[in-house]
Nanobody, 120 residues
Framework: QVRLQESGPGLVKPSQTLSLTCTVSGGSITSNYYHYSWVRQSPGKGLEWIGHITFTGSTKLSPPLTSRASISRDTSSNQFTLQLSTVTPEDTGVYYC????????????WGQGTQVTVSS
């Protein structure tokens, strides 16, 4: 059973950089059957895909967030990390990490989500 767990600060000040880590257990982030994604949901909005990192370590980011977001990984810890710079209150929301199955063409597993609030 694959398990994903987000961790990071719940409160970030405007203009600072948000950093969230997803720890994966029960599966390897270097497995060539999956991409590992970050998704968020802001108040009153639907789910928004932020980006993903592939089994090779390459990344793809949502165009509106390309200038502020980056995703990296630590294969020794089986973790991947989201950094989002210059945050504003509009970045407030619940952030999820998820495993995207290339065979299923869908999200197979999700973390429980972590609330991030951007406020001074």
């Amino acid at each position: 059973q694959v398990r994903l767990q987000e961790s990071g600060p719940g409160l970030v000040k405007p203009s600072q950089t948000l950093s969230l880590t997803c720890t994966v257990s029960g599966g390897s982030i270097t497995s060539n059957y999956y991409h590992y994604s970050w998704v968020r949901q802001s108040p009153g909005k639907g789910l928004e895909w932020i980006g993903h990192i592939t089994f090779t370590g390459s990344t793809k980011l949502s165009p509106p967030l390309t200038s502020r977001a980056s995703i990296s990984r630590d294969t020794s810890s089986n973790q991947f990390t989201l950094q989002l710079s210059t945050v504003t209150p509009e970045d407030t929301g619940v952030y999820y990490c998820a495993q995207y199955g290339l065979e299923s063409a869908g999200y197979d597993y999700w973390g429980q989500g972590t609330q991030v609030t951007v406020s001074s």
